[in-house]
Structures are given as structure tokens and as C-alpha cells.
């Protein structure tokens, strides 16, 4: 475990320059270099949700969209909700924000405040510790098990002085997927700490490999009040440039986030509302075949890694993402770099947290055969610096 105490002293750009494990760029790569950084499906955006937006467009829906957002799009989000997890959820209840990222950072800015301890489960997505250095809180960084399960013990240590826990389910940058069990002990935890809030990311929550089942943040009905879920369309209908997210929260809570994000964002985008209406009704079959290909594609990675000495990985459960451990005296951005000048760029796993050292994170959301490339520069590089 390891906490990182904001300066008070130090404004939130300040602080965020100090603390934050995110790159400014992805570092020089060589020519012609195969990305398999980025997490951005490679699929374009369905045809049928662009085709909703020009039409919007076309019809001159180009005025500003009420401040709370698109009714009709709260409304269909919050009917989604509720039949698919037995929350009864209000439009009130949902925050429509500028991408997910806008949809966490209004959340931490609502509900922590300046020297507030935020206890965030690594290795995970490193925005989560920008936002809490943007408010002036204190994260508490605490490592998953072996296996990538939650250290519930130290969450539990640490809870009666905490005022929220991150997570990112299914997880950027591992792929893995919490079981019921970590849930049900993240429930466990909210409920004997009412002043505690869950923080649920769940961007990838629909790619979900193996016949699992994701269990979500919104199914522990015990403690509703306390969690906040945030979602986006980024990564379920390929919408990352679109740049829309939600956040779910019972309403008051709701009420805070609004206040936030549209203090600082104004209203969203009325054609890219319009199209989101559309992607809510994307079939059911076309979601389960994208995910069928993330899956073969996790598969390729998992078989092209097994071969390579050095190199241990925990299999990927969802998202699309893996974060191999490489048995090196290297850094992981000095491994990072390595791979770059081979042709291949990567994340450095020490972004994602302190435990993530000695990893970096690959992402297949690209085509099959920049993929197939990708990992055999990987496997070329690998055993030149071992």
C-alpha cells in the first residue's frame, strides 16, 4: 500500500503535474510503428448511429440541449437501468456528461474534498489519481492479489477514514473482471461505513469474455445511496470521438454532479444526444459479436504470449486489454521506449499504478493482422532485452 498526500499549498495544475503517472505523449516511436497503445475499438462507429447524427444535423437540431442534458436520452438510460439491473432508476437519477472522463472528474469534484482520503485498487486506469489531486485529495493506492482480486483486509483498514473507493470494472489496464465475492465484500464495506462512496467505472462493462457474468456496482441494492456508476459510449458502439458518458447516482447525489459538470461544461452536444438515442437501440446480436471478437483477439494475445520467456500474464476477462509482467532490469519505461524503437508501441504498466512496474499494457482492439504484427515485434523485442 502506498499513499501519495496532496499539497495543499500547490493549485490542482500543480498538484496533478506532481503526482500524475500519466505520459504527455506516447513517447518516439520508429517509422511505420503498429500501435497497440491506444484503447479505441478499431471499428468504426455503426453506420446507423452516424446516420442519426447527420440526419439531426440536417434537420437543424444544432441549438444548445437543456443544461441537464436530452430528456428523451436520460429517460431511455434510466429505463435501460432499471431492466437490466432491478434498480429502479429516474432520469434524475442520470448525469449525461462530456465522455466519461468529464462524468468521473465532475463526481470527484462534487463529493471530495481537499485532504479527504480516496483509496484506489491498483494497477487501474491513472486518470482516477489526476482527478483526486485535481480536488486536493489523498490516494491511498492498494494492490490486488496475485490473482487480481481485491485486497478487501487492507480496503477494510482503511475505510473508516476514507471518503470514496475507485473502481474500474472490468479493469484498464488487466482486463480482469471482479467477482461477486469482491463486490459483495465492496457492499459489505459500504454498509458498515455509511460515509463511504463507491466510485464504479464501468466503461468496458459490456465486453465481458468467457461466459462471465459481469456482477455491476448498480446491483448492490443495499447501499445504492453510495454508489455512483459511470459509464460512456466510447467503448460499447465505438463512439470515443463522440465524446459522451453518463453517471448514475440516487438523486441527490445526482443533483451535485449536475451542479459540476454543467458549471464547468455548459450543455452537451444536441446531434451527438440525437445519435446516442440511436445507439441505445444498437441489437443485441451486433454488441455479442464485437465482443466475440475481442474475445478471439484476447486469444491470440494470450497464445502469443505463452510462447515468450519472461513473460507472465493474467488472462484478460474483459475490455480489451492485457498487462504482461516481463522478467526484466529494465524499467517499465525504459521497456516502453524499447519496444517503441522496435516498431511497436505500448503503455508503461508503471502509469497504472505502483505495482503495475515491471508490466506494460498491451490493447487488441486493433484489426487482426496490426495485432498479429504487433506481437511478433513485441516477442522480437522482448528477446533482445532480456
Known amino acids: ?125 491513472s486518470l482516477y489519481a489526476d482527478h483526486a489531486a485535481m480536488v486536493g485529495a489523498d490516494v491511498v493506492w492498494v494492490a490486488a492479489n496475485p490473482d487480481g482480486s481485491l485486497d478487501l483486509d487492507t480496503l477494510r483498514r482503511e475505510a473508516p477514514t476514507a471518503r470514496m473507493v475507485i473502481l474500474c470494472n472490468p479493469g484498464n489496464p488487466t482486463g480482469r473482471v471482479y467477482s461477486a465475492a469482491d463486490l459483495a465484500g465492496v457492499g459489505a464495506l459500504l454498509a458498515e461505513n455509511p460515509d463511504l462512496l463507491l466510485l464504479s467505472d464501468e466503461a468496458y462493462g459490456s465486453i465481458v469474455f468467457d461466459g462471465l457474468e459481469l456482477v455491476s456496482a448498480l446491483d448492490l441494492a443495499g447501499v445504492s445511496g453510495q454508489v455512483v456508476y459511470c459509464s460512456t459510449f466510447s467503448k460499447t458502439y465505438a463512439m470515443t470521438g463522440w465524446r459522451l458518458g453518463y ?91 524499447r519496444f517503441a524503437q522496435a516498431g511497436v508501441a505500448v503503455r508503461s504498466g508503471s502509469e497504472f499504478g505502483p505495482s503495475g512496474e515491471g508490466h506494460v499494457r498491451l490493447s487488441f482492439a486493433t484489426d487482426h493482422a496490426s495485432l498479429k504484427e504487433g506481437l511478433r515485434r513485441f516477442e522480437t523485442a522482448v528477446r533482445d532485452f532480456l
Open 1 to 125: 500500500m502506498n499513499t501519495i498526500t496532496a499539497n495543499a499549498n500547490l493549485g490542482a495544475a500543480e498538484r496533478i503535474a506532481a503526482s500524475s503517472r500519466r505520459p504527455a505523449t506516447l513517447g518516439a516511436a520508429a517509422p511505420g510503428a503498429i500501435s497497440l497503445a491506444m484503447g479505441e475499438p478499431d471499428a468504426g462507429t455503426p453506420t446507423a448511429v452516424v446516420e442519426a447524427a447527420v440526419r439531426s444535423l440536417v434537420e437543424g437540431r444544432t441549438r444548445y440541449s437543456p443544461m441537464t442534458g436530452a430528456p428523451a436520452l436520460r429517460e431511455a438510460l434510466a429505463e435501460k437501468i432499471a431492466a437490466e439491473h432491478a434498480r429502479p432508476t429516474t432520469p434524475r437519477e442520470v448525469v449525461l456528461t462530456h465522455g466519461g472522463s468529464a462524468g468521473l472528474a465532475a463526481s470527484m469534484l462534487a463529493l471530495v474534498g481537499p485532504g479527504e482520503r480516496v483509496l484506489i485498487p491498483e494497477p487501474t486506469y
Open 247 to 337: 453517471v448514475v447516482a440516487s438523486g441527490p447525489v445526482a443533483d451535485k454532479i449536475n451542479l459540476i459538470h454543467r458549471t464547468i461544461n455548459g450543455p452537451l452536444n444536441t446531434f451527438v444526444q440525437d445519435a446516442a438515442l440511436t445507439a441505445l437501440g444498437t441489437p443485441d446480436a451486433d454488441l455479442r459479436a464485437a465482443t466475440a471478437s475481442y474475445q478471439e483477439r484476447r486469444d491470440l494475445v494470450l497464445e502469443a504470449l505463452k510462447g515468450i520467456p519472461g513473460v507472465e500474464v493474467l488472462a484478460p476477462q474483459g475490455a480489451f486489454y492485457a498487462f504482461p509482467r516481463i522478467e526484466s532490469r529494465l524499467s517499465s519505461d525504459e521497456m516502453a521506449a
